[in-house]
């Protein structure tokens, strides 16, 4: 059974860092597969959840949406299974629901089938 578990959201302020961590168990061939970061803003649809970073298995691709280009640095641990979101110079505009997800192949382009729970980041202005 994978499991998908995000940790490090919470309340800052408007300009402050945050980290986001996201660690794939009960797979063992975690550096065969893309890894991204989704976010929903509080009060909108499932449907509107925003793709905000990717990485490909290897960790030398990555893709960013124009909001956060900049400001937002995805990595991965292959050796620790987990992958990383360094967000800086937060906006009150990046207030979401942060999810993590797995890809099925080793870059995005085969569909997602896996999503963690989510962790809840709040910027304050």
């Known amino acids: 059974q994978v499991q998908v578990e995000e940790s490090g959201g919470g309340l800052v302020q408007a300009g402050d860092s945050v980290m986001l961590s996201c660690v794939v168990s009960?797979?063992?061939?975690?550096?065969?597969?893309?890894m991204g970061w989704f976010r929903q803003v509080p009060g909108k649809e499932r449907e509107e959840r925003e793709c905000?970073?990717?990485?490909?298995?290897?960790?030398?691709?990555?893709y960013y949406t124009d909001s956060v280009k900049g400001r937002f640095t995805i990595s991965r641990d292959n050796a620790k299974n987990t992958v990383y979101l360094q967000m800086n110079n937060l906006k009150p505009e990046d207030t979401a629901v942060y999810y993590c997800?797995?890809?099925?192949?080793?870059?995005?382009?085969?569909?997602?089938?896996?999503w963690g729970k989510g962790t809840l980041v709040t910027v304050s202005a």
């Open positions: 905000v970073a990717t990485i490909n298995y290897s960790g030398d691709t990555t």
């Open positions: 997800v797995k890809e099925r192949g080793a870059d995005f382009s085969y569909g997602l089938d896996y």
């Open positions: 009960g797979r063992r061939t975690f550096d065969k597969y893309a």
